[in-house]
């Protein structure tokens, strides 16, 4: 097993108002509040985020304030990001490396505009405006998005010169989510398995399906249900169920599937499997005594090249390498070796 030269700690605290429904973290961990000042595009009155409906070619002033309790002034950096998928089926609303489809509308970072960085003083208030200027192109279905707020100087600190070592990062966010959409007409959900191959990350080997929601529409309560084949055989090397997933607009989404401690072998793969989402008491879709209204066939074939398997195994941190066995069994025989010719040379001086 490689050495870990540093143990990982990620604490992403971050208070997502799309789902959570909560504005102020605990003083012990922000030293800062925030409260969005809600707009009079507002659709839905008692929700906590920004949830709009403009029009082409509208402009809206958006207003966030901040509140600072301690006895020093907090430099605070913020980011306005669209919304993406990660691979546990989470939409995350904060800065990532995520994906965005082709086909995404608009870059809401891009009809944004905002101070990238402020300072709210010691035990005082300011108020933060974001500028939206709507595209002037019509688009059905919505722009999902998020505008983070993270005290400066908690950026993650990786070290370059070890792919094994990853630096400490505390990183405690506010995260407040922003749905903008010019009319309420219904989008028909579009997910697209674009791809299946295997990989190692993280010293774990996993299948990954790469997933693509085309629509400008949040896919909910989706449930995957897969299976990976090697060609000639019936029996999966591995499967999984996973169910209360969400899919962003406009998203890609890296699913995996664990392969544990299996041993890859070079070859031919079929993944296949089913997809389900929008949990609906009329949905003419059935799975585990639950109706869904929309359902995918899920199906991609690949082929791991013999290198390829041999770098996913080595990587693997969970196969035992295949040279440890071997010198167990070298050592082993060293040693009865060493025992056979202890008791000839005993005998041959006992008779002596």
Do not use: C, W
Not at 15 to 36: D, H, N, Q, R, W
Not at 206 to 222: A, D, G, H, R, V
Not at 302 to 318: C, G, M, R, S, T
Request: proline letters at 3%; hydrophobic letters at 40%.
């Amino acid at each position: 097993m490689k050495k870990i030269k540093y143990i990982t700690i990620s604490l992403i605290l971050t208070t997502l108002f799309l789902i959570m429904g909560t504005t102020y973290g605990t003083a012990a961990e922000f030293k800062f509040s925030v409260k969005p000042i809600q707009s009079s595009k507002q659709i839905d009155k008692t929700l906590t985020y920004f949830d709009l409906l403009l029009k082409p070619k509208e402009e809206e002033t958006l207003q966030v304030e901040l509140e600072n309790a301690t006895d020093k002034d907090v430099l605070v950096d913020i980011s306005v990001n669209t919304a993406k998928t990660n691979g546990n089926g989470v939409v995350e609303y904060r800065e990532n490396d995520l994906k965005s489809t082709e086909n995404l509308p608009v870059d809401i970072s891009e009809i944004v505009t905002f101070p990238k960085q402020v300072t709210v003083p010691k035990k005082g208030k300011i108020t933060v405006d974001f500028k939206v200027k709507m595209p002037e192109k019509n688009f059905d279905g919505v722009l999902a998005g998020g505008i983070q707020f993270r005290e400066h100087g908690q950026e993650l600190v990786a070290d370059k010169d070890d792919k094994d070592a990853v630096a400490i990062n505390n990183t405690f966010s506010y995260v407040l989510a922003m749905i903008i959409r010019e009319n309420q007409n219904d989008v028909t959900s579009n997910i697209k398995l674009e791809k299946a191959f295997m990989k190692t990350e993280y010293g774990r080997s996993n299948t990954i399906l790469q997933l693509q929601n085309n629509s400008t529409s949040y896919l909910k309560q989706m449930v995957i249900d897969a299976n990976v084949y090697r060609e000639g055989d019936t029996e999966a090397v591995a499967s999984i169920v996973k169910k209360e997933m969400q899919f962003a607009p406009n998203s890609i989404m890296d699913f995996r599937i664990g392969m544990a401690n299996k041993k890859i072998d070079p070859g031919k793969y079929t993944v296949k499997g089913t997809l389900y989402g929008n949990e609906s008491s009329i949905g003419e879709y059935s799975y585990d005594e639950t109706n869904y209204h929309y359902r995918y066939n899920l199906e991609y074939s690949f082929e791991i090249l013999p290198d390829e398997a041999k770098k996913i195994n080595e990587a693997n941190v969970n196969i035992e390498p295949e040279n440890s066995n071997m010198f167990l069994y070298i050592s082993i025989v060293v040693v009865l070796i060493l025992i056979v010719v202890f008791l000839v040379i005993f005998i041959f001086y006992k008779k002596r």
